[in-house]
């Protein structure tokens, strides 16, 4: 790496007051991969979002081949021959066109001919899918028919026949089977004999290793190590992505863990969730844990009765479960704090009495006539023990901060006396008074006897407020840490796909 | 900056006010404009005048209330009214049928095109405009075709050479040309449905499972609501409503005219959305609606006693829409940018 033929040095961006980079620096050769690491949060994207011209840097410099360049839009980082290559395809393929078309797409749509010559086009096509050594993809079918791999061959094709002189992979691999992504590692080797220089970011250790050649560490909007990929070892990487190690607070425990409550076993949809066995018992708090992907949203959906499932069995205090839709779950006393509170959790422009009753409607009406005054009654309620922060009861939830509104989200569900509580990453978004209060609740609920799941990404979180956690990878478990055994680097090794020893 | 700010806030303030009081604002200057252009206006039996003639639209749009509370749109109200008028005057013209027969058969095809709606949108995934507006012809091309393109009166001559047994009897023709203390029977019929709209939108479990699905169907689903059959129900009560409104204008001309329903899609439609922002509420309803209904009833009624041709109506009416929509949408945008 004696001469970089990117560098971006001293890079800062700020989001309002938030500093999502500050001083960080990145260095790309030509044909290398290099991967960039780190964990939520730790600026790699908004880093990869300024190279790839969406957003602008507020200070720093990007050199390109030794001049200094100002990328003010994703055209302008095109034209520089920086690509992307995002996860989710499809936002960038348009489905009705030809493969061909949508190879072609960057260059028809800058091109300065009124009529496009379907042959060349084709022609063209062709020789970009043979340099990647993907001849089997027909350019003429429409895009729509191929399979998600076969859309980002697409795209890197697309990149490669406007010269592209940088392609950034983010996450590429989340969606693929593991066929497909050592093809996927073919052709990106392909790219790199051409001199390509790749960017690669992914949260699968394994992958990282097999891939790239040198290893960049980001955190909180810094750099912090860069390694060469053949002396690198996982642990050192792993924890040069925490620094230094978390306190966190342990709990002392009054309560006891009681019996069995929810015993899943062995379920599976066929898609992401592979043979998961696990339990909760009363008063249990259970973190699982996982990357990005690892598939922990899939896996709360359908204990909750909202996406299918293929195998296994669900029982709820022994009872078998057989869901087909989230009321069912709802009935047996399950209670879901979903991800995407504002999409799935809140109807956003209602006020909080309506909200916080919507989910046990019979309970707050007499026949058929709603109650308001018990509906106001249990409002008022929730908002003294869970210490929202509302003006009134009929204050409608926009007007709350994340935090309060996910305090909502949970106290809704204690007027049905639910069993089992399944927060998928609960603490998202939500500041940092709030998040306390919310493992308070969480805690309350356990020690009242409640069983509670926690589906999260951030591990230190989970090792806090967890009894047992759970490491997902992959749409599997991985491992599983007792609290006492349970350390931030044991547990972000296995989600990133390594393994002790 | 204070400057600013305050200028802001004061453009802000009257966009709130604008669209709380707008519609109410407006209505009153309608008022005011005909009262003292026309002495036969304001006057009481003007006013029931009003009333009933918008009593059948009212009932139309209160179909397309429900359905846009789930987060729908009916375009097939009107066709569904004329089938239902049709038939409602066959049943009695053509086939001699009993009164109660008479009213509950139309009702029930009513909900059939209501079924045929919901199996289009929610079981196929036809989006709702385009899923009604697909049946709104076919609904149409089947009341042409039952009639063979023909009103139906009484004593009509039938394509057999003879003449139709049956008659509208007096006492369904009660129901359209009736009245009772004071009031045309239809303006009763009218403002209890209203009401009954009012109170199962606004004050049972069943409103908030409306309100809740067209408000965001995911946590609706995530709450435990099965929104299928929620829209489902939605595009049924459409449905009845429409027919109702077919009945009585059945009832209130004293024949099976063809093509009734068909001119008055537009109105409803445009009631819903004048009523979507009165006093604020941001969202379908019943009291809203009957509002709209009224507006536009009393601007129609104005401008009969203008004396403006009434080929030049649908310009009034289209305007009326476009100024409703555009309150509406401008104030959704602003309370979204807030979110």
């Not at chain 1, 990487?237 to 230094?244: F, P, R």
Request: charged share 20%; proline share 3%.
């Amino acid at each position: 790496m004696d001469s970089p033929f990117l560098s971006m040095n001293a890079i800062r961006k700020s989001f309002g007051h938030v500093k999502a980079l500050e001083d960080a620096q990145f260095h790309l050769a030509k044909g290398e991969v290099h991967a960039l690491l780190g964990v939520n949060g730790a600026g790699k994207s908004t880093l990869i979002k300024i190279l790839s011209g969406v957003y602008e840097q507020d200070e720093g410099d990007i050199l390109l081949d030794g001049k200094n360049i100002r990328l003010r839009s994703p055209k302008a980082a095109k034209d520089h021959g920086i690509y992307c290559v995002y996860q989710e395809v499809d936002t960038a393929i348009v489905s009705e066109l030809s493969v061909a078309e949508n190879i072609m797409l960057d260059t028809i749509a800058t091109g300065k001919n009124v009529f496009v010559s379907m042959t060349k086009m084709y022609e063209e096509a062709r020789k970009a899918l043979k340099q990647l050594q993907v001849e089997t993809i027909d350019v003429q079918e429409p895009a729509f028919k191929l399979t998600l791999a076969e859309k980002q061959l697409v795209l890197i094709a697309r990149a490669l026949v406007s010269s592209a002189k940088i392609i950034i992979f983010d996450e590429p691999t989340a969606p693929l089977s593991l066929h497909e992504s050592t093809k996927l590692f073919s052709v990106i080797n392909k790219l790199k004999a051409q001199g390509v220089g790749c960017i690669f970011i992914s949260h699968r250790l394994p992958e990282v290793f097999e891939i790239s050649d040198w290893i960049t560490v980001m955190r909180d909007g810094k750099l912090v190590q860069t390694f060469q990929t053949e002396n690198a070892d996982a642990e050192k990487i792993i924890e040069a992505m925490l620094g230094a190690s978390f306190n966190h607070e342990q709990v002392d425990r009054s309560w006891e863990i009681g019996k069995n409550l929810l015993d899943v076993k062995e379920i599976s949809d066929d898609q992401k969730l592979k043979n998961l066995t696990f339990t909760v018992s009363e008063g249990e708090i259970v973190g699982i844990v996982g990357l990005v992907g690892a598939g922990k949203t899939e896996l709360a959906k359908a204990l909750f009765g909202a996406e299918p499932l293929k195998k296994g069995t669900i029982s709820l205090s022994g009872n078998s479960l057989h869901m087909k839709h989230p009321k069912d779950a709802i009935r047996a006393g399950m209670a879901l704090i979903p991800e995407e509170r504002r999409k799935e959790g809140l109807f956003v422009l209602e006020s909080l009495q309506t909200n916080a009753s919507f989910p046990n409607l019979k309970k707050f009406s007499s026949f058929l006539f709603m109650q308001k005054k018990a509906e106001k009654s249990f409002a008022k309620e929730i908002i003294g023990r869970l210490q929202i922060k509302a003006n009134s009861t009929e204050t409608p939830l926009v007007h709350l901060s994340g935090g309060n509104q996910q305090k909502v989200v949970i106290g809704k569900w204690t007027s049905r006396d639910s069993k089992v509580y399944l927060f998928d990453e609960p603490t998202k978004g939500v500041d940092i008074g709030a998040k306390a209060d919310i493992f308070k609740l969480i805690r309350e609920l356990a020690e009242s006897g409640k069983g509670c799941l926690y589906f999260s990404s951030e591990i230190h979180e989970a090792i806090g407020i967890s009894d047992r956690i759970l490491v997902m990878y992959n749409g599997q478990f991985v491992k599983e840490f007792s609290r006492e055994e349970a350390t931030q680097e044991r547990i972000l090794l296995y989600a990133s796909g390594g393994k002790e020893g | 900056m204070q400057a600013v700010e305050k200028k802001d806030n004061l453009k802000e303030r009257s966009i709130q006010f604008l669209f709380k009081y707008g519609a109410i604002a407006l209505l009153f200057v309608i008022i005011l404009y005909f009262s003292s252009i026309s002495e036969a206006f304001f006057t009481y039996s003007n006013f029931t005048d009003i009333l009933r003639s918008i009593s059948i639209v009212t009932l139309l749009a209160l179909g397309v209330t429900f359905t846009l509370v789930v987060g729908g749109f009916d375009l097939s109200v009107g066709s569904t009214m004329s089938l239902s008028t049709v038939v409602t005057a066959s049943l009695m013209v053509w086939y001699e049928m009993p009164l109660w027969l008479v009213l509950i058969l139309p009702i029930l095809i009513g909900a059939l095109v209501g079924l045929l709606n919901s199996f289009l949108i929610v079981v196929i995934g036809i989006p709702d405009l385009l899923a009604t507006l697909s049946v709104m012809y076919i609904v149409a091309g089947f009341h042409r075709t039952y009639t063979e393109g023909y009103s139906i009166y009484n004593n009509m001559p039938l394509t057999s050479g003879s003449t139709a047994p049956g008659q509208l009897s007096e006492a369904f023709l009660w129901i359209g040309q009736g009245r009772m203390l004071g009031l045309p029977i239809p303006v009763w019929i009218m403002l209890v449905m209203v009401l009954f709209a009012y109170v199962v939108l606004h004050h049972t479990r069943w409103g908030r499972v409306l309100y809740m699905t067209g408000g965001n169907a995911e946590a609706a689903t995530l709450s435990g609501v099965n929104i299928r059959k929620v829209k489902c129900a939605a595009y049924i009560i459409s449905g009845i409503f429409a027919s109702m409104a077919g009945i009585l204008f059945t009832a209130r001309v004293g024949s099976g005219q063809i093509d009734a329903g068909a001119p008055l899609l537009m109105e409803a439609v445009a009631a819903v959305f004048v009523g979507y922002s009165v006093l604020g509420a941001g969202k379908p309803n019943a009291i809203g609606t009957f509002f709209g209904a009224a507006v536009i009833g009393i601007l129609l009624n104005g401008l009969t006693i203008l004396n403006l041709p009434y080929f030049a109506f649908d310009i009034i009416k289209g305007s009326v829409l476009v100024l409703a929509l555009a309150v509406t949408y401008i104030y959704s945008k602003k309370r979204f940018s807030q979110t």
